[in-house]
């Protein structure tokens, strides 16, 4: 285990400031989140490379530059109110959670929620609820939120998300199959505004009952 983290999380943040990471906010809680605790142990020492690793369930930890950039997407425009569908390892939740009011997490695999849930309280990050159900349906009940955060690649924009945002809501969502693209909607009303950005790589948002 990885006792004294801080100077490999500290060049973690710099080589993410030299990517174009702006936000201070995102880049402070970077470098004092333990990133190595939110993985299998046997993989701790390679926790402060910019990758994304396996978490088990088939399902991966994000490389530490995706995360900050889909954070900085959300955090520029003032969202407290955040859906996050796909806990995973919870570690973009630990992320989001120092940085707004609240954060409500849905996540279909319940090991890796239950992980998640000790790994948050841990840090007591206590402004988290975690649903277990499938994400293509969020979480209406709490609704509507100001920011939606899609950890996972949808096939096609889920309609449920959208309704789900709040009127000048922003949601960060990859969207494709072989090819994915990350897209960033604002909602306007009835209308809704998108914005293509760069290719990526995740995991599928898979549909039905949670597991």
Request: proline share 5%; with cysteine.
């Amino acid at each position: 285990m990885i006792h004294n983290f801080q100077g490999m999380a500290r060049r973690l943040t710099e080589r993410l400031r030299a990517e174009g990471i702006t936000h201070a906010g995102v880049l402070d809680v970077i470098q004092v989140t333990p990133r190595h605790l939110f993985m299998p142990e046997s993989l701790a020492h390679k926790a402060y490379e910019n990758t994304a690793l396996p978490i088990g369930n088939g399902q991966t930890i994000s490389q530490p530059l995706m995360v900050a950039s889909m954070t900085q997407l959300l955090i520029q425009h003032q969202c407290q109110n955040v859906l996050e569908i796909g806990t995973g390892s919870g570690y973009q939740t630990a992320i989001l959670a120092q940085l707004v009011d609240h954060v409500y997490s849905v996540e279909r695999i319940a090991e890796l929620q239950y992980q998640a849930k000790r790994r948050l309280n841990k840090l007591d990050l206590h402004n988290v609820s975690m649903r277990h159900g499938d994400g293509w349906q969020g979480w209406p009940s709490k609704a509507p939120f100001d920011g939606i955060i899609v950890t996972a690649a949808a096939s096609t924009m889920p309609t449920a998300l959208l309704q789900q945002l709040s009127d000048g809501g922003v949601m960060v969502i990859p969207v494709g199959e072989r090819i994915q693209r990350l897209i960033v909607v604002r909602r306007f009303g009835d209308e809704f505004e998108y914005k293509e950005l760069a290719e990526v790589k995740f995991v599928p948002l898979v549909p039905g009952a949670p597991i």
